[in-house]
């Protein structure tokens, strides 16, 4: 009987259980070299991709549908260590020639993950002892140990990889045509390395370092020009202007030059010249203080030179504000009067002073106190014009307030206009927004359909487009109703009231009468029990 060393192991097998495997119990691994190239990795499974059972396909070898590719393999050499990619894109040829792929690495599915060392088939696993009895039986379990592994197909996979044998994949242990990573072996026994799929130092490749260099004599500086080694396989190349060589500047007098043959020349005309005046032009409307009438733009005057003349000096003139009066919101009911217009303005220069301007005081279509003075501009950047005007500010002249009528009003306008040096007019008008009071806030007195004007004593009053908006409870007594008092023409328009930004409070609101009061039809709207909101509550209206 044979004697076995076991001190040799040759593979490491793994229930396929975790991402990661060690390989540092294998015999014989060389640190000097890829481990990878040291390796085969048979990943063992009962059924393909497609869900073919492995056993009910031929093989031309047992090993082909199980051998994994080095390029789905990650390697760390530091701890000995395997991790598995996508086996899924790993293209598996039968003995008939017909195509499979490989299933996925899939944990836990009973699967088994062989590493196996590769070595040369003269190695010995098995080791007769001394005075061993050399039987049949003790030989073929030998030659079984050697000759059952795919290590002889290895080797010759690792020779071809390492790029240091060319030639046939042929022979003892040939390899079945497919797709091995790097190599790709053709169905007539030949193989060939896939393009850019490794990498290569300079001095694997013979004679590639001494070629580079013999490069470097082509480069040859001239006459005022260095090239200077900057050591990291880049160059700088340094050109001087002189009259001995070099590249000499173009002459610094304002005009354009072009070079050819040797030389600068001055560009006169022709694509990508400024455009020029074919003939003299003579200024008849002057545009700006820079153009005077008479003035004469001689033939071959860059145009940019009079667009400049006519648009970049000039500014237009305008009234940037009025203020005096200043209009702005009022209230109902309040006139507006004034006997003096003050405005400022923007670029007075360009002011036309011999064309009069004007102020327009502008009234409603209900009302018939428009009022118009003309003056002239004298220059200055602010200017107040004498004018007597008066309106009665109001929204509306017909039952202001009630159901229907108008929320606001903005047709009372003040109006400054002007003619500047260029002919054309310009104009700033500025109008008064009349808006209704409206009121809010808690009060104890009892609505009785005609003391609206009690309870406003009470409540808080703010100028407002259609009183929308938010308002904050007061403090509350605990005998207080809270009110809002708006026009009758903002109320029919409020759709909700929330409390507190989420409850639903309009239900608790009612219009418990309808009043005229300083001549505004007001509603007066109140909720349902006193001291029924604290102070703080907010009640949003819109």
């Given at each position: 009987?044979?004697?076995?060393?076991?001190?040799?192991?040759?593979?490491?097998?793994?229930?396929?259980?975790?991402?990661?495997?060690?390989?540092?119990?294998?015999?014989?691994?060389?640190?000097?070299?890829?481990?990878?190239?040291?390796?085969?990795?048979?990943?063992?499974?009962?059924?393909?991709?497609?869900?073919?059972?492995?056993?009910?396909?031929?093989?031309?070898?047992?090993?082909?549908?199980?051998?994994?590719?080095?390029?789905?393999?990650?390697?760390?050499?530091?701890?000995?260590?395997?991790?598995?990619?996508d086996t899924t894109t790993t293209l598996l040829?039968?003995?008939?020639?017909?195509?499979?792929?490989?299933?996925?690495?899939?944990?836990?599915?009973?699967?088994?993950?062989?590493?196996?060392?590769?070595?040369?088939?003269?190695?010995?696993?098995?080791?007769?002892?001394?005075?061993?009895?050399?039987?049949?039986?003790?030989?073929?379990?030998?030659?079984?140990?050697?000759?059952?592994?795919?290590?002889?197909?290895?080797?010759?996979?690792?020779?071809?990889?390492?790029?240091?044998?060319?030639?046939?994949?042929?022979?003892?242990?040939?390899?079945?045509?497919?797709?091995?990573?790097?190599?790709?072996?053709?169905?007539?026994?030949?193989?060939?390395?896939?393009?850019?799929?490794?990498?290569?130092?300079?001095?694997?490749?013979?004679?590639?370092?001494?070629?580079?260099?013999?490069?470097?004599?082509?480069?040859?500086?001239?006459?005022?020009?260095?090239?200077?080694?900057?050591?990291?396989?880049?160059?700088?190349?340094?050109?001087?202007?002189?009259?001995?060589?070099?590249?000499?500047?173009?002459?610094?007098?304002?005009?354009?030059?072009?070079?050819?043959?040797?030389?600068?020349?001055?560009?006169?005309?022709?694509?990508?010249?400024?455009?020029?005046?074919?003939?003299?032009?003579?200024?008849?409307?002057?545009?700006?203080?820079?153009?005077?009438?008479?003035?004469?733009?001689?033939?071959?005057?860059?145009?940019e030179v009079i667009i400049r003349d006519m648009?970049?000096?000039?500014?237009?003139?305008?009234?940037?504000?009025?203020?005096?009066?200043?209009?702005?919101?009022?209230?109902?009911?309040?006139?507006?009067?004034?006997?003096?217009?003050?405005?400022?303005?923007?670029?007075?220069?360009?002011?036309?002073?011999?064309?009069?301007?004007?102020?327009?005081?502008?009234?409603?279509?209900?009302?018939?106190?428009?009022?118009?003075?003309?003056?002239?501009?004298?220059?200055?950047?602010?200017?107040?014009?004498?004018?007597?005007?008066?309106?009665?500010?109001?929204?509306?002249?017909?039952?202001?307030?009630?159901?229907?009528?108008?929320?606001?009003?903005?047709?009372?306008?003040?109006?400054?206009?002007?003619?500047?040096?260029?002919?054309?007019?310009?104009?700033?008008?500025?109008?008064?927004?009349?808006?209704?009071?409206?009121?809010?806030?808690?009060?104890?007195?009892?609505?009785?359909?005609?003391?609206?004007?009690?309870?406003?004593?009470?409540?808080?009053?703010?100028?407002?487009?259609?009183?929308?908006?938010?308002?904050?409870?007061?403090?509350?007594?605990?005998?207080?109703?809270?009110?809002?008092?708006?026009?009758?023409?903002?109320?029919?328009?409020?759709?909700?009231?929330?409390?507190?930004?989420?409850?639903?409070?309009?239900?608790?609101?009612?219009?418990?009468?309808?009043?005229?009061?300083?001549?505004?039809?007001?509603?007066?709207?109140?909720?349902?029990?006193?001291g029924g909101y604290t102070a703080g509550d907010?009640?949003?209206?819109?």
């Amino acid at each position: 009987m044979p004697n076995l060393d076991n001190s040799v192991q040759l593979s490491e097998t793994y229930s396929v259980l975790a991402s990661s495997y060690a390989y540092d119990g294998l015999t014989g691994i060389d640190d000097t070299r890829s481990h990878k190239s040291q390796l085969i990795f048979l990943y063992r499974y009962a059924t393909l991709a497609d869900g073919t059972a492995v056993a009910d396909v031929t093989w031309k070898n047992w090993y082909d549908p199980y051998l994994i590719p080095e390029n789905v393999i990650t390697i760390n050499q530091g701890i000995k260590d395997v991790q598995v990619g996508d086996t899924t894109t790993t293209l598996l040829v039968d003995a008939s020639g017909n195509t499979y792929n490989m299933p996925a690495f899939t944990l836990g599915g009973g699967q088994v993950f062989e590493i196996q060392r590769s070595q040369d088939v003269d190695n010995r696993v098995v080791i007769f002892g001394a005075g061993s009895r050399v039987t049949a039986q003790g030989l073929n379990n030998a030659v079984d140990q050697l000759f059952k592994s795919v290590q002889e197909l290895d080797s010759r996979t690792t020779i071809v990889e390492s790029g240091e044998t060319q030639g046939s994949g042929g022979g003892g242990g040939s390899l079945t045509p497919g797709n091995y990573g790097d190599v790709i072996v053709n169905v007539d026994g030949s193989f060939s390395v896939v393009d850019d799929s490794h990498n290569h130092v300079i001095n694997n490749v013979d004679g590639l370092q001494a070629a580079l260099d013999a490069k470097l004599t082509g480069i040859v500086a001239g006459t005022n020009v260095t090239v200077s080694d900057n050591g990291d396989g880049t160059f700088t190349v340094n050109a001087s202007a002189s009259s001995s060589g070099g590249v000499e500047e173009a002459p610094n007098d304002g005009q354009q030059y072009a070079r050819e043959s040797e030389g600068w020349s001055v560009v006169t005309g022709g694509s990508g010249a400024p455009p020029e005046l074919t003939a003299s032009l003579t200024v008849s409307d002057p545009v700006g203080p820079d153009q005077t009438v008479g003035q004469v733009y001689a033939l071959g005057t860059d145009l940019e030179v009079i667009i400049r003349d006519m648009l970049v000096s000039y500014q237009v003139p305008d009234v940037s504000n009025i203020t005096n009066p200043n209009p702005t919101v009022s209230k109902h009911g309040v006139n507006l009067s004034f006997s003096l217009v003050s405005f400022s303005l923007a670029n007075p220069s360009n002011i036309n002073a011999s064309v009069q301007g004007a102020v327009n005081f502008i009234t409603p279509s209900f009302d018939s106190n428009d009022a118009t003075q003309a003056f002239t501009y004298n220059g200055s950047s602010s200017q107040t014009v004498t004018m007597s005007a008066s309106a009665g500010g109001v929204v509306t002249n017909t039952n202001p307030g009630a159901a229907g009528t108008d929320k606001q009003q903005t047709g009372f306008k003040l109006q400054v206009t002007g003619t500047d040096s260029q002919g054309t007019s310009f104009e700033r008008t500025e109008s008064w927004t009349i808006r209704f009071e409206s009121y809010f806030g808690n009060s104890a007195v009892v609505a009785n359909g005609s003391n609206g004007s009690t309870i406003i004593a009470d409540l808080v009053g703010s100028l407002s487009a259609d009183s929308m908006g938010t308002e904050t409870v007061p403090t509350q007594s605990g005998t207080d109703y809270t009110y809002f008092i708006m026009p009758k023409c903002h109320w029919d328009d409020v759709g909700n009231i929330t409390y507190n930004g989420a409850i639903a409070a309009y239900t608790d609101f009612t219009e418990v009468f309808v009043e005229v009061i300083n001549g505004v039809t007001y509603s007066i709207i109140r909720n349902s029990t006193v001291g029924g909101y604290t102070a703080g509550d907010t009640l949003e209206v819109s």
